[in-house]
Structures are given as C-alpha cells and as structure tokens.
C-alpha cells in the first residue's frame, strides 16, 4: 500500500495563492506519473492537473490552465501543486494520486493511489 500525504490546504481570499504538497514514500517515486484531483461540495471529483515521471510534460484542466502549475522533486518523492489567482470556484477538497503508469494522464482510472485529501477554501 502507498500511502500519499498531502499538506498546504487552507483558506484565502479571492486572488490569493496556495501550494499543495503532496510526499509519497519508497524509492520507487519517480517511476510514476503524479496526478492532482479535486472534489467541490455537491460534485464529482474532477481532474485538475498532471505531470509525468520525470516532470518534462504536463497537462492542465482548461479551469486552472494558467493560473496553476503541477511540478515534482524526485530526490525529495514530492509533488506540488502552486496555485495562484485563486477564484471561490476552487474551493474544493484536493486529492493527489498516483499514476500506474510513467506517462501522465487526466483518467481517475489510471490512478492507484490515492492521497487523503485537502481542503482549499477561497472566499470572495
């Protein structure tokens, strides 16, 4: 079993900015591509951005293309996901995953595992 632990949720004001971080163990960290998820009150959990083994492609959901960047650190088994020019419309519980696979993707099903979750408040 992984177990993906997340951190950096919290709230803020419109406009504001926000990074998640999300540690995985073993040494096996870089031969997966890292995935962000989030899930709004009320709503299905929906991709938001992406990044493959080695951190050289990424992908975005068209909601936060711009204003969010996925990166990774191999050496320290994190990922990150920096936030910026947050809107009310992000307020969502945000969950890291773990890919089955090197190449990144915005499919739930080609994820594994699965971090707890945290929570990012933004207030208008």
């Known amino acids: 079993q992984v177990q993906l632990v997340e951190s950096g949720g919290g709230s803020v004001q419109a406009g504001g900015s926000l990074i998640l971080s999300c540690k995985a163990p073993g040494r096996t960290f870089s031969d997966y591509a890292m995935g962000w998820f989030r899930q709004a009150p009320g709503k299905d959990r929906e991709f938001v951005g992406a990044i493959n083994w080695s951190g050289g492609t990424t992908y975005y959901a068209d909601s936060v293309q711009g204003r969010f960047t996925i990166s990774r650190d191999n050496v320290k088994n994190t990922v990150y996901l920096q936030m910026n020019s947050l809107k009310p419309e992000d307020t969502a519980v945000y969950y890291c995953?773990?890919?089955?696979?090197?190449?990144?993707?915005?499919?739930?099903?080609?994820?594994?595992?699965w971090g707890q979750g945290t929570q990012v408040t933004v207030s208008s």
């Open positions: 995953a773990r890919n089955r696979y090197a190449r990144a993707s915005s499919h739930q099903n080609d994820y594994a595992y």
